[in-house]
């Protein structure tokens, strides 16, 4: 199934022309990692932690507008997605509470940061953050394709704010929020980050 056809298949046929424009979105020319794979693992993970969410389809369609807007060179693309989320999905038969809980989903990706009870935003979360605890060569193609969204900005300031980045999830008391993405991700994300971290700082 095709990305277009997944979201028709979520969001029902009449919505095909949002899936159409966000399948576009995801395959801008600028994007290295945050590209329709990036898209499809996401999706693919938030069905596997299904189970731990209240609502898992307004995780879905959150998962789907996460980084509808990606610009590199400003620091609002959750908020901006947000905001496409709500006026894309105004146009559908989706109740105005559900949308609500779309966009909910979609600014919290900006923090990372769900609360204890709040079971949808930890599987979206961990299902976004699931990168930081691949394998090592799959790491570091991510951080690779990451520098490459960046190429614009000089080594020594990208080195500095990537590290201040790691350094912040390292600190965090966890990183993934449901007990199947910790269990499969915390141990090795936070060696990957703490290699990577030793590599920018050398």
């Known amino acids: 199934m095709d990305l277009v056809d997944r979201w028709a298949a979520l969001a029902g046929p009449h919505t095909r022309h949002i899936g159409t424009e966000l399948d576009r979105r995801y395959g801008e020319p600028h994007r290295r990692y945050h590209?329709?794979?990036h898209l499809t693992a996401v999706l693919d993970l938030v069905d596997e932690l299904a189970g731990h969410a209240g609502d898992p389809d307004a995780v879905r369609m959150a998962a789907w507008f996460?980084?509808?807007?990606?610009?590199?060179?400003r620091a609002d693309n959750e908020e901006r997605s947000a905001r496409l989320a709500a006026r894309m999905l105004a146009d559908t038969d989706l109740p105005e509470a559900a949308v609500a809980r779309v966009v909910r989903l979609v600014e919290l990706t900006a923090t990372h940061a769900p609360e204890e009870g709040d079971r949808d935003g930890q599987v979206l979360c961990d299902a976004d953050l699931a990168v930081l605890g691949a394998e090592?060569?799959?790491?570091?193609?991510?951080?690779?394709?990451?520098?490459?969204?960046?190429?614009f900005v000089p080594d020594e300031f990208f080195r500095a704010g990537r590290a201040e980045v790691l350094s912040g999830l390292l600190a965090l008391p966890r990183l993934?929020?449901?007990p199947?993405?910790?269990e499969r991700f915390e141990e090795r994300a936070r060696a990957?980050?703490?290699t990577e971290l030793l590599l920018l700082n050398a």
Not at 66 to 73: G, L, T
Not at 136 to 151: C, L, N, Q, S, T
């Open 35 to 37: 590209t329709r794979a």
């Open 66 to 73: 996460h980084d509808a807007v990606y610009d590199p060179e």
């Open 136 to 151: 090592p060569e799959d790491y570091a193609a991510y951080a690779a394709a990451v520098r490459e969204e960046y190429a």
């Open 176 to 178: 993934f929020h449901t």
């Open 180 to 182: 199947a993405a910790r």
């Open 192 to 194: 990957n980050m703490g």
